[in-house]
Nanobody
Framework: EVTLVESGGGSVHAGGSLRLSCKASGYIVSGSCMAWFRQRPGRGRERVAIMDGGGIIDYANAVKGRFTISKDNFENILYLQMNNLEPADTAMYSC??????????????WGQGTQVTVSS
């Protein structure tokens, strides 16, 4: 059974930083397509950052230059480092994984999410 468990959310002031973690079990993060999504209040889910199995990365325009996606292949964890946070970043953040190397198909596995709240 594959499980993805996020942690690291919390409440911070604007300009602050958080690092989200997504611990995978029953799934190997190395060489796999994984991503971070968020759902802000009153909005649909949006993709924030994605890394394919070859290490190619893409970010949503709203977070470029502030967020960094990375993997710890030894610990089997996906990270999202979030710097210079803004109130507009307030959302439930979830990680997702594809059962494969490429990101051309839909995501097969989802975590339960971790809440990030940024106050002005």
């Amino acid at each position: 059974e594959v499980t993805l468990v996020e942690s690291g959310g919390g409440s911070v002031h604007a300009g602050g930083s958080l690092r989200l973690s997504c611990k995978a079990s029953g799934y190997i993060v190395s060489g796999s397509c994984m991503a971070w999504f968020r759902q802000r209040p009153g909005r649909g889910r949006e993709r924030v950052a994605i890394m394919d199995g070859g290490g190619i990365i893409d970010y949503a325009n709203a977070v470029k230059g502030r967020f960094t996606i990375s993997k710890d292949n030894f610990e089997n964890i996906l990270y999202l480092q979030m710097n210079n946070l803004e109130p507009a970043d307030t959302a439930m953040y979830s990680c997702a994984a594809v059962d494969g190397r490429t990101c051309t198909t839909g995501f097969d596995y989802w975590g339960q999410g971790t809440q990030v709240t940024v106050s002005s």
